[in-house]
């Protein structure tokens, strides 16, 4: 069966540091990625999205970016962080045909501070 | 763009059934989702439609009429670990992008 596990849970980061957190699918080949961030209080806002190897589509505009170095790896990263990156980060996958379900990884909560 | 509408908050009673109504305005429509999250944790997958009709799952059924961009999500005999926000989700477009709105947060009270 397949599964997606991101890390780190949790991270307390200071203003002006770098940040990069992991996700990964297993169980499964070419799958579609995304990044999301839910701000407390708030929806879900789909940040990045990638149909395959090196290939990235940003949504919004921000000082985060992504990459996918490997088929089932997708990475969110950061140079400098500011205080209004602090949110809820999601990792989700699905096949990509319609009529596949999204799923979610377990979460990362960034506090920048 | 697309646009997502749902209420904020509902409040119902244990053994009760809510309806949880998503109007939603899109092109490229491929589906609409509905996810449970509890508070802290990562959204969950309820159901799916694509066609009109209704899409019963245990306690819960979800609805939808594309003509009229409306859905609702249906869960009967309420328990209070049903408490959680429920958000609506749209599919379209290259990448099958999923947008969402931003969530029904659902009190069940004795």
């Known amino acids: 069966s397949q599964t997606i596990h991101q890390w780190p849970a949790t991270l307390v980061q200071p203003v002006g540091s770098p940040l990069s957190l992991e996700c990964t699918v297993e169980?499964?080949?070419?799958?579609?990625l995304y990044w999301y961030r839910q701000a407390a209080g708030r929806g879900l806002q789909l940040l990045f999205y990638?149909?395959?190897?090196?290939?990235i589509s940003s949504e919004v505009p921000q000082n985060l970016s992504a990459s996918r170095p490997q088929d089932r790896q997708f990475i969110l990263s950061s140079k400098k962080l500011l205080l209004s990156d602090s949110g809820f980060y999601l990792c989700?996958?699905?096949?990509?045909?319609?009529?596949?379900?999204?799923?979610f990884g377990e979460g990362s909560w960034l506090t920048v501070v | 763009g697309q646009n997502i509408d749902q209420p904020t908050e509902m409040t119902a009673t244990e053994g009760a059934i809510v309806q949880i109504n998503c109007t939603y305005q899109?092109?490229?429509?491929?589906?609409l989702f509905w996810y449970q999250q509890h508070a802290g944790e990562a959204p969950t997958f309820l159901s799916y439609n694509v066609l009109d009709g209704l899409e019963e799952k245990g306690r819960f059924s979800s609805f939808l009429s594309r003509s009229k961009g409306y859905s609702y999500l249906l869960l009967k005999e309420l328990q209070m670990k049903d408490s959680a926000s429920y958000l609506c989700a749209v599919r379209s477009g290259g990448g099958n992008k999923l947008t969402f709105g931003t969530g029904t947060q659902l009190k069940v009270e004795l």
């Open positions: 169980g499964t080949s070419n799958p579609n």
């Open positions: 989700a996958w699905t096949m990509g045909q319609p009529g596949n379900t999204i799923y």
């Open positions: 899109t092109s490229g429509f491929n589906g």
């Open positions: 990638s149909v395959g190897i090196g290939q």
